[in-house]
């Protein structure tokens, strides 16, 4: 995947207190699984992906690149 050009986010974060179990959240650590994940998804330049529950990212940073458009929704 090729970086993307003009790549802009705005980050608006609250502070957090950490894994909530209440909310059942994991949290994905092994970057070659987040790389799989994001291969399998196949976004393309021309896509509009919403990723729900990004927790600390470690999706994010493979999906934004290949993709038109990123949106990660977190409930907290």
Known sequence: MSPRRNARATVSRPVTRGPTRALGQHFLRDDAIARRIVELV???????????????????????????????????
């Open 42 to 76: 196949a976004p393309t330049p021309h896509d509009l992906v919403v990723e729900i529950g990004p927790g600390r990212g470690a999706l994010t940073e493979h999906l934004a690149p290949s993709c038109r458009r990123l949106l990660a929704l977190e409930v907290d």
